[in-house]
């Protein structure tokens, strides 16, 4: 079993920057893959990036390439996800995923409870 929790989320305006963390307990972090996810009201949960076990490569989804960097840190058993450049489309609960896979599926094993991300215009 793992459990994540996230942190970080908040508000910010529309330019600024946020940093999300998901610290995790239980079973050996570092032999998960780990990826983060994000609703929207009234949307579906998309994808957002992933990170592999090692943290040698990542993914990310075409609307934040480019402004978001998700990284991990295998010794605090924590990944994080640094936002620059927010908009106010990047408005969502922002959830932590932990999977077996190589990388994040869409059906991850494990989910965080989520954390709330506001962008003011």
């Known amino acids: 079993q793992v459990q994540l929790v996230e942190s970080g989320g908040g508000l910010v305006q529309a330019g600024g920057s946020l940093k999300l963390s998901c610290a995790a307990s239980?079973?050996?972090?570092?032999?998960?893959?780990m990826g983060w996810f994000r609703q929207a009201p009234g949307k579906e949960r998309e994808f957002v990036a992933t990170?592999?076990?090692?943290?040698?490569?990542?993914y990310y989804a075409d609307s934040v390439k480019g402004r978001f960097t998700i990284s991990r840190d295998n010794a605090k058993n924590t990944v994080y996800l640094q936002m620059n450049s927010l908009k106010p489309e990047d408005t969502a609960v922002y959830y932590c995923?932990?999977?077996?896979?190589?990388?994040?599926?869409?059906?991850?094993?494990?989910w965080g409870q989520g954390t709330q991300v506001t962008v003011s215009s």
């Open positions: 995923a932990a999977d077996r896979a190589a990388v994040v599926t869409i059906t991850p094993n494990y």
């Open positions: 990170i592999t076990w090692s943290g040698s490569s990542t």
């Open positions: 239980g079973r050996t972090f570092s032999a998960y893959a």
